[in-house]
């Protein structure tokens, strides 16, 4: 890390890491042929951001869109302080999985006591601000590499054990079979110090119908 802190991937490097990876790999520059280059997808830094990602583990999209509503209707905002003060049952009243509204409940109180300071992992370097994640009950290697990726906007974290990543990456190498998370990160090695360009045009493809 320099002086100046991560590089942001934004719009314009979002553009200049797809020309570059394209120029590398022919198989990524023939997804970007076909349908374009990939949205930057970027999500605000901050609790809200964490505690969306963390609903999305293993559920789709629309299923973590309903729980994000029920806890806001629970909670009143989605702030650290205002799922403290709701509790487990407000929110398992909610509709919450217990599961779930333990791993919320254990983030509010970490970043409401300090433990976390999710501010400070904007200028962390990747492996900092992982562990920093990594550190907080029901926070995974996935869900640690997706805020990496979509909310701190780092250009070369790949999230191994992504289901749609691994179904692209098998339609785009043609492969004989889904990657396992340990092969799908050899394959990912090749696009370093993009790798996070890389999956972009991979889910971007997975999201047009290639799998």
Same mark, same amino acid.
């Given at each position: 890390?320099? &002086? %100046? $802190? #991560?590089? +942001? =991937?934004?719009? @314009? /490097? !979002? ?10 790999? *022919? ?57 403290? &003060? %709701? $509790? #487990?049952? +407000? =929110?398992?009243? @909610? /509709? !919450? ?10 983030? *509010? ?58 179904? %692209? ?20 090695? *090749? ?21």
């Amino acid at each position: 890390m320099g &002086a %100046a $802190g #991560p590089t +942001r =991937l934004d719009d @314009a /490097g !979002l553009r200049v890491g797809v020309a570059s990876l394209g120029a590398r790999d *022919a198989d990524l520059a023939g997804i970007v042929a076909r349908h374009g280059p990939p949205p930057l997808w970027a999500r605000p830094p901050g609790f809200a951001t964490l505690v969306h990602i963390i609903l999305e583990q293993q559920v789709s999209l629309r299923s973590a869109e309903a729980a994000l509503t029920r806890l806001v209707a629970a909670a009143g905002e989605l702030t650290p302080h205002a799922i403290v &003060a %709701a $509790g #487990p049952e +407000r =929110l398992l009243g @909610a /509709g !919450l999985t217990r599961q779930k509204t333990r791993y919320l409940v254990a983030l *509010a109180e970490r970043v409401t006591d300090g433990r976390l300071d999710l501010d400070a992992l904007e200028t962390a370097d990747d492996d900092a601000a992982r562990r920093a994640l990594l550190a907080v009950v029901g926070i995974g290697p996935w869900t640690a590499d997706i805020y990496l990726l979509m909310a701190l906007g780092r250009p070369d974290i790949w999230p191994t054990g992504d289901l749609a990543l691994a179904t %692209a990456m098998r339609t785009a190498k043609r492969l004989p079979a889904s990657p396992r998370p340990d092969e799908q990160a050899g394959i990912a090695e *090749a696009w370093q110090p993009l790798r996070a360009v890389a999956a972009r045009i991979l889910w971007h493809a997975y999201l047009q119908g290639e799998r």
